[in-house]
């Protein structure tokens, strides 16, 4: 069981706009640590999204947008295309013990 | 160009043991943490625990704790992640992933092309 929870699936139409949520605890994003957001489309390598937060890498379209508050972080992706489909994954750290990077479960977009 | 290259595909058996490697160029290898992250088949990611190079300060996730070692070697630029026993649940994609920078907490921006490691009798 993953320590970042995110639902297992989210699905749009080409066009419309889908959200992601990643919850943790007071040991991870509730302790203010960032999150960041990784896209994977099928057969290939992790792709980062976005970072600390909501900030998007440099050629990473403006359609993607994350926010966080509290124990809790979202990814926003307005416009949805048929290449958007693929898994999504938010990553943070868990300053218990002695730290540890933690993922959520990813949850699978499907473009309708 | 930044990057990292990871070793090859590896088929082994039960009980075998394994060391695949990642190794980095065009950046300060040393001023970056380096991750280790196994995707089993159709599973998600999970980051078995990272290092960095620059003083070998290694941190592993709980449940990968005395199953694996990560080590390092900067005068190689690379990194491993070494089994001593493996087993059938360690077939998996192994990737490794550099942070943006210094801090444990960064994303990993620089991703390995993965290593496909095959435990089968």
């Known amino acids: 069981q993953s320590v970042l929870t995110q639902p297992p699936s989210v699905s749009g139409a080409p066009g419309q706009r889908v959200t992601i949520s990643c919850t943790g605890s007071?040991?991870?994003?509730?302790?203010?640590?960032?999150v960041h957001w990784y896209q994977q489309l099928p057969g290939t390598t992790p792709k980062l999204l976005i970072s600390?937060?909501?900030n998007r890498p440099s050629g990473v379209p403006d359609r993607f947008s994350g926010s966080k508050s509290g124990t809790s972080a979202s990814l926003a992706i307005t416009g949805l295309q048929a290449e958007d489909e693929g898994d999504y994954y938010c990553?943070?750290?868990?300053?218990?013990?002695?730290?540890?990077?933690?993922f959520g479960g990813g949850t699978k977009l499907t473009v309708l | 160009e930044v990057q990292l290259v990871q070793s090859g595909a590896e088929v082994k058996k039960p009980g075998e043991s394994l060391k695949i490697s990642c190794k980095g160029s065009?950046?300060?290898?040393?001023?970056?943490?380096i991750g280790w992250v196994r995707q089993m088949p159709g599973k998600g990611l999970e980051c078995m625990g990272i290092?960095?190079?620059?003083?070998?300060?290694?941190r592993y996730t709980p449940s990968f704790q005395g199953q694996v070692t990560i080590s390092a070697d900067k005068s190689f630029s690379t990194a491993y992640l070494q089994w001593s026993s493996l087993q059938a649940s360690d077939t998996a994609i192994y990737y490794c992933a550099r942070s943006v920078g210094a801090t444990a907490s960064d994303a990993f921006d620089i991703w390995g092309q993965g290593t496909i490691v095959t435990v089968s009798s």
């Open positions: 990553q943070s750290y868990d300053s218990s013990l002695r730290g540890r990077v933690v």
């Open positions: 290092i960095y190079p620059g003083d070998s300060d290694t």
């Open positions: 007071s040991s991870d994003i509730g302790a203010g640590h960032d």
């Open positions: 065009g950046y300060s290898f040393t001023s970056h943490w």
């Open positions: 600390d937060d909501s």
